[in-house]
């Protein structure tokens, strides 16, 4: 099975700065996107980022300037650089990776799941 890990979560101060960054691994896969999602207790799973194998992006508009989202299809990575953190980015950051069949229909693996937490 395709397994997805997260790392890079912790305790930061408002303001500060944390990499995030999530590897899949387990058999080959040619991963159409990757993303990044959060769902802080008793809210929905909301998207912060996604980009296509081509590099396209996608951001929500929670945190558009100040996150990254990047990744590396030769080792199946992708990476969230989040700058000038505020309390309300406190959540726990999913990984996500899908698959795009010629049908049109996507297949996703998720990850586990690292927690952020921003406070002073």
């Known amino acids: 099975q395709v397994q997805l890990v997260e790392s890079g979560g912790g305790l930061v101060q408002p303001g500060g700065s944390l990499r995030l960054s999530c590897r899949a691994s387990?058999?080959?896969?040619?991963?159409?996107?990757m993303g990044w999602y959060r769902q802080a207790p008793g809210k929905q799973r909301e998207v912060v980022a996604v980009?296509?194998?081509?590099?396209?992006?996608n951001y929500a508009d929670s945190v558009n300037g100040r996150v990254t989202i990047s990744r590396d299809n030769a080792k199946n990575t992708v990476s969230l650089q989040m700058t000038s953190l505020i309390p309300e980015d406190t959540a726990v950051y999913y990984c996500?990776?899908?698959?795009?069949?010629?049908?049109?229909?996507?297949?996703?693996?998720w990850g586990q799941g690292t927690q952020v937490t921003v406070s002073s």
């Open positions: 387990g058999i080959f896969l040619r991963f159409d996107s």
């Open positions: 980009v296509t194998r081509g590099g396209a992006t």
């Open positions: 996500n990776a899908d698959v795009l069949n010629y049908g049109g229909n996507r297949r996703g693996w």
